[in-house]
């Protein structure tokens, strides 16, 4: 059974609009949780982070929302450029990031 | 930026062969892991290592062997390769906490791995 879901396998979005991708857990013990972008032939790259004692947590164009009750996040890209084209994997630890699981991803596609 | 090396990056082999995927990384990290990814799907935590000597098998099964005797080097071997081992292999390392504050993973290009 899948503890991390990304439900969306793939997502295009228009240059400077916003991107969403969104990610779910069901183990109650995850604390921290981490956002990697993947372009192909490479290994994923680490993009942002938020620990369960925020709900927000921003970087630049990035954001990341956590609800802790919902046992949902999200990660908000605004203004989308074709760059940030890559797949999305979110990660979610109960150690203090020991040991991550990663959901399936979500390609994002941002179109010019 | 992470310095976190891998090699080859690339490997198509017949099946039966003996092959060593590298992995080094310059961070002084003591926990190294090991993930196996098909496309598409999850990375899957296949070894890790908490430091020198020190071993661990990850959440999927895998026929693959690790050795950690250096502090850098973490490679995973596989005696007799066959097709099912067909997958990208990603190294990846991070510093290890104990639960005194939070890490991220740092990953390795990957090695793309075809057994014909």
């Known amino acids: 059974d899948q503890q991390v879901k990304q439900n969306s396998p793939s997502l295009s979005v228009q240059e400077g609009r916003i991107s969403i991708l969104n990610c779910d857990y069901t183990?109650?013990?995850?604390?921290?949780f981490l956002w990697y972008k993947k372009y192909p032939a490479e290994g994923p790259t680490f993009l942002i982070s938020i620990s369960s004692i925020k709900d927000k947590n921003e970087d630049g164009r990035f954001t990341v929302f956590l609800n802790k009750s919902a046992k949902h996040l999200s990660l908000h890209i605004v203004p989308s450029q074709p760059g940030d084209s890559a797949v999305y994997f979110c990660a979610a630890s109960a150690d203090y990031g020991q040991n991550f699981v990663f959901g399936p991803g979500t390609r994002l596609s941002v179109l010019p | 930026e992470a310095d976190i090396y891998q090699t080859p990056r690339y490997l198509v082999i017949g099946t039966g062969k003996k092959i060593t995927l590298e992995c080094s990384q310059t961070m002084g990290h003591d926990k190294m892991y090991w993930y196996q990814q098909d496309p598409g799907m999850e990375l899957h935590l296949i070894h890790y290592s908490y430091g020198v000597n020190s071993t661990e098998k990850g959440d999927l099964s895998s026929e693959s062997t690790v050795s950690r005797i250096r502090t850098e080097h973490f490679p995973l071997t596989l005696e007799s390769a066959r097709p099912s081992h067909t997958s990208q292999y990603l190294c990846?390392?991070?510093?290890?906490?104990?639960?005194?504050?939070?890490?991220?993973?740092?990953f390795g290009p990957g090695t793309r791995l075809t057994v014909l």
């Open positions: 183990n109650s013990m995850f604390d921290y």
């Open positions: 990846a390392s991070s510093e290890y906490s104990a639960g005194r504050f939070y890490n991220e993973q740092f």
